[in-house]
């Protein structure tokens, strides 16, 4: 190598992992935060941009990937997991984050999301939850309360929300955070522990809609950490949080199932070493 070639690079920043697109969202919208938390977990643990993927589906929070200096997929609404299964069954040495939404990930993606934490392959899941479908004006989502009115559902739904953390602990997933847009460095640190946990890493952000929950800007006299240390049993942490008021922050679960596909044979072998095994 050449003396050049040799020398220590400098440490990679928050910004050398931003692209040059200017985010779009609504002024004050959580989602930015949200970015800047990715930005600085990628940053924290010195993964090359080029060494990272972000995948995602349709809404205001698949638009990340855009804004990262990532490699980038933005595909269709609710199939983000399985493009990024794809992806990293193909590609095992690339970090991939796939970012989305309580409707694309829960209601669209829903039967994706159920399978993804089963399958347990290494990726990390962001999902922004804002309890609305924020980019088509506000209907409510998998998440929203029963009794949220608005001008698309007088009256509230009446319809029990969906429950993302306990839903992914019950199909497998191995490790199960909650995180907080207000609060950039205290996510950046859940998500690189995120990152750097092997399989299925689901980290629920909450991330304020301002534009059709403005009533969510009061979330930040709501959230408070986690009382308890995160647990390894699937069951307590899925009882833990059935009866938790929806702000506790922090890794909740961290369990040590193997990703998939295991380091197996058959990922690192050759034509030729299938052919000489299968010879007749
Ligand atoms: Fe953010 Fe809501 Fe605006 Fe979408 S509609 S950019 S979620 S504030
Ligand atoms: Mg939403």
């Not at 985010?23 to 935060?33: A, E, L, R, V």
């Not at 909450?206 to 699937?234: I, M, N, Y």
């Not at 961290?254 to 095994?277: F, H, I, M, N």
Request: glycine share 10%.
């Amino acid at each position: 190598a050449t003396a050049e070639a040799a020398a220590p690079c400098a440490p990679l920043t928050a910004q050398d992992y931003k692209s040059d697109y200017k985010p779009i969202w609504c002024p004050g919208c959580g989602d930015y935060t949200v970015l800047s938390s990715v930005t600085k977990a990628l940053a924290m643990l010195q993964l090359r941009p080029e060494n990272v993927a972000v995948v995602s589906g349709i809404g205001c929070s698949s638009r990340i990937p855009a804004y990262t200096a990532c490699y980038g997929f933005h595909g269709v609404h609710g199939r983000s997991l399985a493009a990024a299964t794809g992806l990293k069954v193909a590609r095992p040495d690339l970090t991939v984050l796939v970012a989305s939404g309580d409707g694309d990930g829960y209601s669209i993606g829903g039967n994706h999301f159920l399978h993804a934490c089963r399958r347990n392959v290494d990726l990390t899941y962001v999902v922004m939850d804002n309890h609305v479908y924020g980019m088509t004006k506000g209907q409510p989502s998998p998440t929203t309360e029963p009794d949220w009115d608005s001008k698309l559902a007088p009256g509230g739904t009446g319809l029990r929300s969906f429950h993302p953390l306990v839903i992914a602990l019950a199909s497998g997933a191995n490790f199960v955070a909650r995180a907080f847009s207000g609060d950039p460095n205290g996510t950046a640190d859940i998500l690189a522990q995120a990152i750097r946990h092997p399989g299925f890493s689901f980290v629920e952000i909450l991330s304020p809609c301002v534009t059709f929950r403005p009533e969510q800007r009061g979330w930040k006299e709501r959230v408070h950490a986690a009382p308890v240390e995160a647990t390894d049993d699937p069951a307590r942490a899925a009882r833990r949080i059935m009866t938790d008021d929806g702000f506790n922050l922090g890794v909740l679960y961290a369990g040590d199932r193997p990703a998939y596909p295991p380091p197996a044979r058959a990922a690192s072998a050759t034509v030729a070493d299938l052919e000489t095994e299968f010879a007749p």
